[in-house]
């Protein structure tokens, strides 16, 4: 896995970022909102995925678009993420993403307690068995941001357009679980402000933990 970093050189305060190459090409743009919105210092690690339906999916799932199926390599792209993380004093961890990074970064939350905060944009929370993964497990984080766009379950795609249904639902799961947790709606559908939207996201975990 490639990583990139960006932002504050040492800081104790990082944060984890599933990226592909479209990602990247705005992440300078990102660091620069997160330090604007939150004042804080920080690092960012960019972790680069090969493969961004096989090695972000917790389990395997059938195509929903295209013809590509999700692959359930998750649980290898969050070892070596892990890797990238090494237990220091007085370091803090956040993971979060955009789109299918978002998801990952919340069911990583489910498999480790490294991470104090998750920043979910836009999560593709419609995958399929989710909501009854988050039902059966404990979160092992502190707080956990969610955003969605208004337009995103505006689409012809049947799995796709319960995206709004299921963000609401796993707001109310993990609010029952009395998780530090916020559910912020932003104009546009699933391809706008990417890059804004999950400067928003860290920017809100890193403040309030």
């Not at 190459?21 to 705005?26: F, K, Q």
Request: include cysteine; charged fraction near 25%.
């Amino acid at each position: 896995m490639k990583a990139y970093e960006f932002g504050t050189p040492g800081s104790d305060t990082v944060l984890v970022q599933p990226v592909d190459r479209y990602d990247l090409e705005n992440i300078e743009k990102e660091v620069l909102l997160i330090s604007e919105y939150s004042g804080r210092n920080f690092r960012l690690i960019a972790a680069e995925a090969e493969d961004w339906n096989r090695d972000l999916s917790p389990w395997n799932a059938p195509a929903v678009f295209g013809a590509e199926d999700f692959g359930g390599g998750a649980a290898e792209t969050l070892g070596a993420i892990l890797e990238l993380c090494p237990s220091v004093q007085g370091r803090s961890y956040y993971i979060g993403g955009y789109s299918l990074a978002g998801l990952f970064a919340l069911w990583a939350a489910f498999r480790t307690d490294m991470f104090r905060g998750v920043a979910a944009a836009s999560p593709s929370v419609w995958f399929p068995g989710l909501c009854d993964y988050i039902r059966e497990n404990t979160i092992k984080t502190e707080s956990v941001y969610l955003s969605l766009g208004d337009r995103e379950e505006k689409t012809r795609n049947p799995v796709m357009a319960t995206v709004g249904a299921r963000i609401k639902d796993v707001y109310g799961l993990l609010r029952e679980r009395n998780v530090n947790c916020v559910l912020e709606w932003n104009e546009g559908n699933h391809f706008r402000d990417a890059h804004i939207r999950t400067a928003k996201a860290f920017s809100w975990v890193i403040g309030n933990n």
